[in-house]
C-alpha cells in the first residue's frame, strides 16, 4: 500500500490541544455551512481517521472554501488543536484537495491484525497442493498477475459484517483453505483440487465489486455485476486465453464444475447465487465459507459489545439474533471483558 506520502499520519487520537498542522490529511466525514452573530459564515466539520473523530471550524469561512470540501473525502488541513469545553477541537486556517495517491488507506479504513505477507505466503503454500495440471495452470494465471494479487492482498471480505477490513479479503480466503486442509481428509470422494482452487476464486470478484480508498463501497461493476458474476467471467476468460497459448482445449466440464462453485457458493438463491450447490465441492465450499463468515460476525458482536454488565450483545441483523457472549467453561475472571 504504498504513498506518495511518505511523512507518518498524525492519529486524531494523539492530537493535543496546543498543537499545530501543516497540511495533514484527514476524511471529512461532515460538513455545514453556518452564520456567527455577526453575520461571518464559518465552516462546521468533522475530520476523521481510523482512530476516531475531531470537531473543526473553520472561522472567516466563504461559500467557495465550503464548496470545495467533499461531503466525505479527504482534504489536506492546515490549523491548530484547541480545547473547548475539555475536549480538543481543530480550528482549519486552510484546506486543499489531496491528490490521488497521496493518502495511504490504512491510515483511514480498518486494517487485518494479521500479517498480509505471511497470509499470502500460507495461502500460495496450500495452493501448492493443487495436482490438476489444468487447474493448476488456470490458477496461475490469477496468481502471477501482479495486479490482481496486489488487489486480493489489500480488500476487504465485505462492506461491512464480516472481514470488513483491508486485508480481510485475504485473511478469509485463507481461513477457508486453512479448514479445506482440515476437512478434505475425511472425505476422500471430493476433489481437493476443485475445492482449494474453488476456495481460493470464490470471492476473488470483491477486488473489483468493493472500493477501499477512504471507506468501503460498492463500485459502479459491483452494483452492475457483483463479484459472483465477474469470478466467473474471469475464470472464462483466462481459460479461453489458455486455449490460445496451448492450443488445446480446456476441458469443458471442468471449467463447468469450477464455474459451479462460484455460482452456488452463496448457498441460496435469496442470498445471491444464480445456482443452488450441485456437486460435493460446491457443497463443501460453501459451508466452509459460511462458517468462516458467521464465526467471525460473532466474534466481532461479542468484541464490539462495550457493556461489560449484559450477558447478550445488541441485535445482530445479519445472525437475527442477539449473541451470548459468556462462555461457561471458564471461570469469569478468565473470561474476555
Not at 465552516?43 to 469561512?61: F, K, P, Q, S, Y
Not at 505471511?118 to 498477475?145: H, Y
Not at 476422500?188 to 468493493?210: I, M, Q, W
Request: with cysteine; aromatic share 8%.
Amino acid at each position: 500500500m504504498s504513498t506518495t506520502n511518505t511523512r507518518p499520519h498524525r492519529a486524531i487520537t494523539e492530537l493535543e490541544a496546543g498543537q499545530r498542522l501543516e497540511d495533514e490529511i484527514y476524511l471529512i466525514i461532515q460538513k455545514d455551512l453556518r452564520t456567527t452573530t455577526n453575520g461571518s459564515l464559518y465552516i462546521h466539520a468533522v475530520l476523521a481517521d481510523r482512530t476516531g473523530e475531531l470537531v473543526a471550524r473553520m472561522w472567516n469561512a466563504s461559500r467557495q472554501i465550503y464548496d470545495s470540501m467533499p461531503e466525505s473525502g479527504l482534504m489536506y488541513v492546515t490549523g491548530r488543536v484547541e480545547s473547548y469545553k475539555g475536549k480538543p477541537q481543530f480550528i482549519i486556517d486552510g484546506v486543499r484537495k489531496v491528490d490521488k495517491g497521496a493518502a495511504n488507506p490504512a491510515d483511514f479504513l480498518p486494517v487485518t491484525r494479521r500479517d498480509i505477507d505471511k497470509m499470502w505466503t500460507r495461502t500460495k503454500e496450500i495452493l501448492r497442493e493443487v495436482k490438476n495440471p489444468d487447474l493448476l495452470a488456470l490458477l496461475g494465471r490469477f496468481i502471477n498477475d501482479e495486479q490482481f494479487v496486489s488487489a486480493f492482498k489489500q480488500a476487504p471480505a465485505a462492506r461491512k459484517n464480516h472481514h470488513a477490513c483491508l486485508g480481510g479479503l485475504l485473511e478469509h480466503t485463507l481461513n477457508l483453505l486453512e479448514l479445506a486442509v482440515v476437512v478434505l481428509p475425511r472425505y476422500p470422494d471430493v476433489s481437493a483440487d476443485l475445492v482449494l482452487v474453488g476456495t481460493f476464486l470464490h470471492d476473488a470478484g470483491k477486488t473489483a465489486e468493493l472500493s477501499y480508498t477512504t471507506s468501503f463501497a460498492y463500485t459502479n461493476e459491483g452494483q452492475l455485476v457483483g463479484h459472483i458474476v465477474q469470478t466467473a467471467t474471469w475464470i472464462y476468460e483466462k481459460a479461453r486465453r489458455l486455449e490460445e497459448e496451448t492450443g488445446r482445449p480446456f476441458p469443458p466440464d471442468l471449467l463447468a464444475v469450477l464455474q459451479h462453485i462460484i455460482v452456488a457458493h452463496h448457498g441460496r438463491y435469496e442470498f445471491g447465487s444464480p445456482k443452488l450447490p450441485a456437486t460435493a465441492e460446491a457443497v463443501m465450499v460453501h459451508y466452509l465459507d459460511n462458517l468462516d463468515a458467521k464465526l467471525t460476525m460473532i466474534f466481532n458482536a461479542i468484541e464490539g459489545d462495550l457493556d461489560e454488565e449484559r450477558d447478550w450483545t445488541a441485535w445482530v441483523p445479519a445472525l437475527e439474533t442477539r449473541v451470548f457472549k459468556p462462555d461457561p467453561t471458564k471461570p469469569k475472571q478468565d473470561r474476555p471483558a
